[in-house]
C-alpha cells in the first residue's frame, strides 16, 4: 500500500503560469515531507522541505503548503520556467526513519 | 566531497547472471538508503542502513536480492540471479542536513 501518494503521472503548464504539484499521504505519523526534481540521467536533488509544525515554506519560486488535517501536501512553482521541466518526486517521514516516495509527476513548461 | 559516488552507471547483462552495483556515501553520513526507480512504481525503497547495519530491508523484492554495509565508506547491492524485470535505475542515497543526498544512480538492463 502507498503511503506517500501522488496522483497525476504528468503535468503541463505555461511558461510563466503557476505549476501546483499535489501529492497526499496516509501515514499521520509523518512529520517531515521533502520535494525532489528529478532530471533525465541524474539523481533525485532536493527541492524543500517542511516540518509537520509548519503549514507553509517557501524558497524563491517554490512554496510548499501542509494540509495536516486533509493529509495533504502541494509544491507551488510560480513563475514556471523552461528548466523545471522534469519529475517531481513528494517523500516523507517519521523523525530520522526512512524517507517515503511517491511515484513522481512529470511536469512539463509549455513555451 | 564528491557526493554520492555509484557505479556502474551503466550494466547491460544476461538473465541469471550475478549484479553487483556499488556506492561510495558522502563521508560522515552515518546511513545510505538504496532506491529502486521505475516507471510503474516510481522510487522504491528497497534497504536502508544506520551505521553500516541494516535497519529495514523490508522493500527488498525477493532473496535473490541482497545488499552489504561492510564499512563507513562502502556499500553493495547485488541481484543474483538477475531476471528481466529486475531492470530499472538504482539510486543509492545518505541523509545530511535534513535532506537525502543521492547519487546519480546506476541504470540496469537485464536481458
Known amino acids: 500500500d502507498q503511503q506517500v501518494k501522488q496522483n497525476s503521472p504528468s503535468l503541463s503548464v505555461q511558461e510563466g503560469r503557476i505549476s501546483i504539484l499535489n501529492c497526499d499521504y496516509t501515514n499521520s505519523m509523518f512529520d517531515y515531507f521533502l520535494w525532489y526534481k528529478k532530471y533525465p540521467a541524474e539523481g533525485p536533488t532536493f527541492l524543500i522541505s517542511i516540518s509537520s509544525i509548519k503549514d507553509k515554506n517557501e524558497d524563491g519560486r517554490f512554496t510548499v503548503f501542509l494540509n495536516k488535517s486533509a493529509k495533504h501536501l502541494s509544491l507551488h512553482i510560480v513563475p514556471s520556467q523552461p528548466g523545471d521541466s522534469a519529475v517531481y518526486f513528494c517523500a516523507a517521514s517519521v523523525g530520522d526513519d526512512k524517507i517515503i516516495f511517491g511515484k513522481g509527476t512529470r511536469l512539463h513548461i509549455l513555451p | 566531497d564528491a557526493g554520492v559516488i555509484q557505479s556502474p552507471r551503466h550494466e547491460v547483462t544476461e538473465m541469471g547472471q550475478e549484479v553487483t552495483l556499488r556506492c561510495k556515501p558522502i563521508s560522515g553520513h552515518n546511513s545510505l538508503f538504496w532506491y529502486r526507480q521505475t516507471m510503474m512504481r516510481g522510487l522504491e525503497l528497497l534497504i536502508y542502513?544506520?551505521?553500516?547495519?541494516?535497519?529495514?530491508d523490508s522493500g527488498m523484492p525477493e532473496d535473490r536480492f541482497s545488499a552489504k554495509m561492510p564499512n563507513a565508506s562502502f556499500s553493495t547491492l547485488k541481484i543474483q540471479p538477475s531476471e528481466p524485470r529486475d531492470s530499472a535505475v538504482y539510486f543509492c542515497a545518505t541523509p545530511g542536513g535534513g535532506e537525502l543526498f543521492f547519487g546519480e544512480g546506476s541504470r540496469l538492463t537485464v536481458l
Open positions: 542502513f544506520n551505521n553500516n547495519v541494516p535497519i529495514d
